[in-house]
């Protein structure tokens, strides 16, 4: 069973940054393509990132783009994601997925596991 931990939520003014981290534990990291998705009160579950088990291929939403970068350190079992030019518009509980893939996805059912969320605050 894999366990997923989200950290590095918080509240930023917007136009700040923030960086989240997601630890994976209960698989070999390197077996699982790795997704953000995030949820805003009231709102469905959208996606934010995606990358490939190797790190090779990264997938980003429109709103992410040129301000969000997906990472991940394979030797320490964990993925990031990097925030920009954060946005009142980006507040949300943001959530790490795992996918037994080699092809990162935005497919939500493509993914088996998810952490608990970490929350993210923007303020204008």
């Known amino acids: 069973q894999v366990q997923l931990v989200e950290s590095g939520g918080g509240l930023v003014q917007a136009g700040g940054s923030l960086r989240l981290s997601c630890a994976a534990s209960g698989a070999i990291f390197s077996t699982l393509s790795m997704g953000w998705f995030r949820r805003a009160p009231g709102e469905e579950r959208e996606f934010v990132a995606a990358?490939?088990?190797?790190?090779?291929?990264?997938y980003y939403s429109d709103s992410a783009k040129g301000r969000f970068t997906i990472s991940r350190d394979n030797a320490k079992n964990t993925v990031y994601l990097e925030m920009n030019s954060l946005k009142p518009e980006d507040t949300a509980v943001y959530y790490c997925?795992?996918?037994?893939?080699?092809?990162?996805?935005?497919?939500?059912?493509?993914?088996?596991?998810w952490g608990q969320g970490t929350q993210v605050t923007v303020s204008s």
């Open positions: 990358i490939s088990r190797m790190g090779v291929t990264k």
């Open positions: 997925a795992a996918a037994r893939v080699a092809v990162p996805t935005s497919t939500t059912t493509m993914y088996a596991y």
